[in-house]
Each structure stands twice: as structure tokens, then as C-alpha cells.
């Protein structure tokens, strides 16, 4: 039935605002929890650079530092690819943030049990689109 032909005590209006509710719960979960990822990530790659930049300038040399450089730079290209080559999308940080989130929506719906099909079904049912319900990582920031 459409959603203008509903009325407004209907059971499905009401399981439709509870699993919206619960999917958006997810989405801000898995957000929050990809937001720390990165900014750990952050913090490593800092921290690489500070133990790099020591070693280079007071510990040991250039010499010593370079072939190591060399192999960590070329390490991440070689992650880069190796990501391209699972996930047939672009090396770029916004769709690894976007892989990310999803992987971790799937495993929070698994985690709670969440019906998404069931979900799908009533937002068809009510007219209503499927990409309302679906945030993306950029809109919370």
C-alpha cells in the first residue's frame, strides 16, 4: 500500500520509524568507530615519522635510514594496490573511509540482528526511498 494511502496507525509506519531508527543508530556507531580508526591511523603514521625523522638526523644517518624509508614508502603503495585489487575501487582515502564504514555496518547489523531487507521492503511499501536511510561518511564529520 503507499505510503498516502496508509493511515496513520499502521503497524508497518510504525516498524518502518523503529528500524530507521535502529539503522541509523548503526550508522553513527560505525561512523564514530571508523572517525577513531583514522585517527589512530593518524597518530601511527606520526609517530613513524617522529621515530624516523630521530633516527635519521641524531641516531643514525641518512645512509642507514634511506633503504628502510625506501621499503615503508613502498609498502604503503604496495597496500594501496593490494586494497584496489579487493575492493575494484579507487586507492583513495574517501573510498577506503567508505569500505571501512560499510564493513562496519555490516558487522553491527550481524551483531544486533538487524532485518535491512525487511527494511528495504517497508520503505518500498511506504513509498519511500531506500537512500534516505543511508548516510554517507562525509555528512558527519
Not at 594496490?81 to 575492493?87: N, P
Amino acid at each position: 500500500m503507499p505510503f498516502h494511502l496508509a493511515s496513520e496507525n499502521d503497524p508497518r509506519l510504525d516498524e518502518l520509524a523503529q528500524l530507521q531508527r535502529e539503522k541509523e543508530e548503526i550508522d553513527r556507531i560505525a561512523r564514530r568507530q571508523v572517525k577513531n580508526m583514522l585517527w589512530g591511523a593518524l597518530g601511527a603514521f606520526t609517530l613513524q615519522s617522529a621515530v624516523f625523522f630521530r633516527l635519521t638526523f641524531w641516531d643514525l644517518s641518512w645512509d642507514v635510514m634511506e633503504p628502510i624509508t625506501f621499503f615503508v614508502t613502498s609498502s604503503s603503495l604496495l597496500a594501496g594496490f593490494f586494497f584496489f585489487v579487493l575492493t575494484h575501487r579507487d586507492p583513495s582515502y574517501r573510498d577506503l573511509m567508505d569500505t571501512l564504514v560499510r564493513n562496519k555496518q555490516q558487522k553491527l547489523m550481524q551483531k544486533k540482528q538487524f532485518n535491512e531487507e525487511r527494511l528495504k521492503e517497508l520503505q518500498m511499501q511506504c513509498c519511500i526511498p531506500s537512500y534516505a536511510s543511508q548516510k554517507t561518511f562525509s555528512k558527519d564529520h
